[in-house]
Each structure stands twice: as structure tokens, then as C-alpha cells.
């Protein structure tokens, strides 16, 4: 079955402890890429990948890192997360590097920073 | 600069009624346009997509959406709203050789029998 996965599900966690929060398709697909989603402002990217080894930033990167070192993998990494970092996160990918491709969401990844 | 305009927050309809969520999108490019549904605690499924062509464009789920360049929207519609369509529904917005997707802020559907 194509899908995107992403662990964990939920995550309650401290301010300052890092975490990585991963991400993985079982589609091919080039582009990857993360959103955060808070109420009332809907989803925000925060990085995407065009593909392995190849990164960039989207409109909410402050406090993150990803990397893609395999086409497959694309890991979230928060290294000393804050409470204003707590929100709803998925994980998406698409064939290529054109939005014209449909991007498929993961299930998200409740994160709750104390 | 891009933005996307989901002026309803929350829409009540009853079961078997018609619905038309609205969307309003502001881009300098030609945009492409797209209506995502997400069910309470799942991801996002697409819907619908625009890019050219015909401006009127059918989805799955007995969903449809109508592109009117002239007044910058892309409203979503259903003829007869099912109890299963209570969701929240995202419109999104992007363009040729854009790597990113603007979202709107969702319009949440409840459905009552």
C-alpha cells in the first residue's frame, strides 16, 4: 500500500530535550516536504527536499533541521524544542518537483512541548 | 503575496442538504488550485485539483469545484451532503516550478442528521 509514515504519532515532551520525529514513504517520490498546523493559520511549510542531499527552507524553518540523506527518509529533528513548538506536524511527499504532482500527507505527529 | 482565503470558519448542514465551501486565493502566477479534506485525526486526502482547462472540475466523493479567474475563488460544492463528509476542508494554492504549497486556514464541516 503507498503511503506515508510517520512515528511517532503523539509525543509529550520538555523544553530543551531534542527530538526527531521521522518520516517515510514507500512511493519513489523525489519531493518531500514538512507543515506544521495550527489553528487558525492552517498548514505552514517548514522545509521540503527536492531530493536526497538536497534541502531547502520553507516559511516556518526557525528551530528546525531536516536532512535526506535516502530518497525515502525524511526526518524532522527539533534540537532544543520550545512550547511554541508545540503543534500538529505531517510529513508529505510527491513524484517530482512540481506542485502540479499530488502531494500525499502521513496520518501527523502530535507534539506537545512543556 | 500569495494567500488563500477561507472566509468560514465552521459550516453546520444538515444530511442530504447542498453545500458550497468557499475559497479565495490572491497569487501573481497562474495558480494551480486544490481542495484537501482531512478527517478528525488522519492526514490530508486530496479532493479536487486545477491547473487549466475546463473550470469546472470534479473530485472524488461526489465533490466538484468551479474556477473563476474573475473573482479569484475556487469554491468546493456537493449537490447532497453525506454524514461522512464532516471533515475539515483545506483549499491550497501553488503554481508552475513553486515548491510550496499556501494553505488556507480550513472551514470545519459538521453534519447533523
Known amino acids: 500500500e503507498a503511503q506515508v509514515t510517520q512515528n511517532p504519532r503523539y509525543l509529550i515532551t520538555v523544553t530543551g530535550k531534542k527530538l526527531t520525529v521521522t518520516c517515510s514513504q514507500n512511493?519513489?517520490?523525489?519531493?518531500m516536504s514538512w507543515y506544521r498546523q495550527d489553528p487558525g493559520l492552517g498548514l505552514r511549510q517548514i522545509y521540503y527536499s527536492m531530493n536526497v542531499e538536497v534541502t531547502d527552507k520553507g516559511d516556518v524553518p526557525e528551530g528546525y533541521k531536516v536532512s535526506r540523506k535516502e530518497k525515502r527518509n525524511f526526518p524532522l529533528i527539533l534540537e532544543s524544542p520550545s512550547p511554541n513548538q508545540t503543534s500538529l506536524y505531517f510529513c508529505?511527499?510527491?513524484?517530482?518537483?512540481?506542485?502540479?504532482?499530488?502531494?500525499?500527507f502521513g496520518p501527523g505527529t502530535r507534539l506537545t512541548v512543556l | 503575496a500569495q494567500s488563500v482565503t477561507q472566509p468560514d470558519i465552521h459550516i453546520t448542514v444538515s444530511e442530504g442538504a447542498s453545500l458550497e465551501l468557499r475559497c479565495n486565493y490572491s497569487?501573481?502566477?497562474?495558480?494551480?488550485l486544490f481542495w484537501y479534506v482531512q478527517s478528525p485525526g488522519q492526514g490530508l486526502q486530496l479532493l479536487l485539483k486545477?491547473?487549466?482547462?475546463?473550470?469546472l472540475v470534479q473530485g472524488i466523493k461526489g465533490f466538484e469545484a468551479e474556477f473563476k479567474r474573475s473573482q479569484s475563488s475556487f469554491n468546493l460544492r456537493k449537490p447532497s451532503v453525506h454524514w461522512s463528509d464532516a471533515a475539515e476542508y483545506f483549499c491550497a494554492v501553488g503554481a508552475a516550478g513553486a515548491n510550496n504549497l499556501f494553505f488556507g486556514t480550513g472551514t470545519r464541516l459538521t453534519v447533523i442528521p
Open positions: 508529505a511527499s510527491s513524484r517530482g518537483d512540481s506542485t502540479r504532482n499530488t502531494q500525499y
Open positions: 512511493m519513489n517520490h523525489e519531493y
Open positions: 497569487y501573481g502566477a497562474t495558480p494551480y
Open positions: 486545477y491547473f487549466s482547462g475546463d473550470t
